[in-house]
């Protein structure tokens, strides 16, 4: 069965009154149903149009298989695209992004088609920004924002968006940004207040679900990490992994945890060693622990990664990252919510990036081939 958003508009308009979980509903009565645990797939590579030297990057993906990314020209501007269910194309540029040296780079793609992200100007400053699915921007910027700026991660069906920004001390805050345009700015509770040239990068919001619960991280005045999330209401709680080191803690700068409608959680930590561990934590706080089969012992090895590599989870509890083995190349996994972990390579990758999950097992995210030129990829479950 042929599904498109004009065949599936009823549904859309339930989403936004009722939640995610009548769409999952929904599409269970046409026959849609999950292959969360299906372990084999396929692996469509690809590329956005006028792709240079540096490549194509995405970095989201909605249920109904957009995917959203940026691509860099032969002149290293930086584009954002939208790559329909069709594999059709549209490339984009946010009014006022720098079209040479800045950036229009999306984050992420909701169910309804919106895409967050951020651009950056001639001034190198980052702005955020949603683009709705007809092309029509909004862009904003938090109060306060300055140094590197505004900088979104997620956003729900209700198009609240959260990420982080730096004040003009270069001080890393997180923020909500909510459906009526408004802000909650924040520290998180025992945040270090100094800047990344002393270590300290703050705090991250990297995911918001459909109930406005959230979650992120933190580096506290120690410059140890630690999980955490907030609450609808604006109250705060913090948590650690079993086994993270005293030294090293939960999670890291960029790395962003998984969350589902559900409340669950996935993520990383590190142990003594320095050696990466992939965690769950179910929405009643109760921890999985894993490692893929393959991923190194060693420090600096492990399911997982220091910074940049985040954690994405689905709503029947499938999860997908990153892992690196002995040798520190780079490869994808798929985590079942059986618990079965595969690999997940493009053929050709010498470095694998995952960067977003659906409710149907299908992963999109990119690879660097052996010239270090970048393509985007998505996996089909068979």
């Not at 001034?123 to 938090?142: C, M």
């Not at 924040?186 to 002393?198: H, I, K, M």
């Not at 109760?286 to 997982?304: C, E, I, L, R």
């Not at 079942?336 to 299908?362: E, L, M, R, W």
């Amino acid at each position: 069965m042929t599904t498109n958003h004009y065949t599936l508009a009823p549904l859309l308009a339930a989403v936004q009154r009722k939640g995610r979980l009548a769409l999952c509903l929904a599409l269970c009565m046409f026959g849609l149903g999950s292959p969360a645990n299906a372990q084999k797939f396929r692996i469509i590579s690809f590329d956005a149009p006028n792709a240079g030297p540096f490549g194509t990057q995405a970095t989201g993906i909605n249920s109904f298989g957009a995917v959203t990314g940026n691509v860099t020209d032969s002149n290293n501007g930086t584009h954002g695209f939208v790559r329909s269910p069709e594999g059709k194309f549209t490339n984009f540029d946010v009014p006022g992004a720098d079209p040479v040296v800045g950036c229009t780079c999306p984050s992420a793609i909701n169910d309804l088609g919106v895409v967050a992200g951020y651009y950056i100007d001639t001034n190198g400053l980052g702005h955020g920004f949603l683009r709705s699915p007809e092309g029509k921007y909004t862009t904003f910027d938090v109060p306060g924002a300055g140094g590197y700026g505004t900088t979104p991660i997620a956003l729900n069906l209700e198009r609240a968006v959260v990420g982080y920004y730096t004040d003009s001390n270069y001080l890393f805050h997180s923020f909500v940004r909510h459906p009526d345009g408004t802000f909650s700015a924040f520290l998180a509770p025992g945040q270090c207040e100094t800047n990344g040239s002393q270590g300290c990068y703050g705090s991250e919001i990297s995911n918001i679900n459909f109930v406005g619960l959230s979650v992120g991280n933190y580096m506290d005045n120690n410059l140890v990490q630690h999980g955490l999330i907030r609450r609808r209401d604006g109250t705060f709680a913090t948590f650690e992994a079993p086994g993270a080191g005293t030294s090293e803690g939960t999670g890291c700068p960029g790395c962003f945890e998984g969350l589902n409608q559900w409340g669950a959680i996935a993520g990383i930590y590190t142990d003594a060693n320095s050696v990466f561990h992939g965690f769950l934590r179910s929405p009643d706080g109760k921890f999985t622990t894993f490692d893929a089969p393959g991923a190194g012992t060693g420090g600096g090895q492990g399911t997982g990664c220091f910074s940049d590599c985040p954690v994405r989870l689905n709503d029947w509890g499938a999860i997908t990252g990153i892992y690196i083995d002995g040798n520190y190349v780079f490869h994808g996994y798929l985590r079942s919510p059986d618990g079965k972990i595969v690999t997940v390579d493009p053929a050709g990758s010498t470095f694998t990036f995952p960067d977003g999950i659906n409710d149907f097992g299908s992963i999109t995210g990119y690879y660097y081939d052996a010239n270090g030129v970048a393509h985007g990829f998505l996996t089909i479950p068979d």
